[in-house]
């Protein structure tokens, strides 16, 4: 009869797997937490870097959020796979903006293309008023429901006369068409006149247009713009932009 080991001495032959997975748990665990550290490190690193090469006349906190599942994975490939950008307390020359960019496909060489980039920027009815005097306009800029609104006085043969206007805009993807809505002169003794039909017709369905491409830089079209009576948004793509200074610094034009 053979001899019975031990209790004290059994053999396990699972305990090195047990130990293997202990291990790789440990090893899964401390990765995650490195990659939160790494996340948050990159994500400030990125916000503080955009918010040092601002212009003077701009001032934002920027909140940068990198997405996918792991930033060191992301890194060690070349590109991240999303990246948000939210400043909804940015201002340019103490107009207050909310801006937000989403681009896809970032790679780390600012020499590469970016996937696609989605910008919007939102400017509530009080800044564009202030905008409107900032660009010389004396009169009042008001927004409606796809409409932007214009009143003012010029000053005729010695006479101030009040008039009005509005506009619905329209976009392409370098310009922003203003077709009138209504045109309107308050002549005094004679009352309002409207000039809407005369104005159209003049125009032959060929309305004035604002060049907005020679703003932006190039490769970046304008996606729509959207009014309301609280804000307008601008809506901007492109799957050509460039990181590096000579892509940002050429701008578009309107030729």
């Excluded at 997975?21 to 503080?48: K, P, Q, S, Y």
């Excluded at 103490?94 to 060489?109: C, K, N, T």
């Excluded at 800029?141 to 009143?151: K, N, P, Q, R, S």
């Amino acid at each position: 009869m053979s001899e019975q080991q031990p209790s004290g001495k059994r053999r396990r032959p699972w305990l090195p797997i047990v130990i293997v997975v202990g291990v790789l748990v440990v090893l899964v665990g401390a990765f995650l937490i490195a990659d939160t550290i790494v996340r948050g490190v990159a994500e400030e690193r990125v916000a503080t870097q955009i918010e040092q090469s601002l212009p003077d006349n701009v001032d934002a906190d920027v909140a940068v959020s990198i997405g996918g599942a792991s930033v060191i994975a992301q890194y060690l490939t070349g590109t991240f796979e999303h990246v948000d950008l939210r400043a909804p307390d940015a201002s340019v020359d103490g107009i207050p903006l909310d801006l937000r960019v989403s681009a896809d496909r970032v790679p780390l060489d600012p020499e590469q293309t970016i996937g696609r980039v989605v910008a919007t920027i939102r400017i509530d009815a009080a800044g564009a008023a202030d905008l409107a005097k900032t660009a010389g306009l004396p009169g009042t800029l008001t927004l409606g429901d796809d409409e932007i609104g214009y009143a003012g006085e010029a000053t005729v043969l010695g006479f101030t006369i009040p008039y009005d206007f509005s506009v619905a805009p329209t976009t392409t993807a370098d310009r922003v068409n203003l077709m009138p809505t209504s045109v309107n002169v308050d002549t005094g003794l004679l009352g309002v006149i409207d000039l809407r039909a005369l104005v159209t017709g003049f125009l032959q369905g060929d309305p004035p247009s604002i060049c907005v491409a020679q703003y932006l830089p190039e490769g970046v079209d304008l996606d729509g713009l959207a009014v309301t009576p609280e804000a307008a948004t601008a809506t901007l793509t492109s799957t050509t932009l460039r990181l590096d200074e000579a892509s940002l610094q050429t701008l578009g034009s309107c030729d």
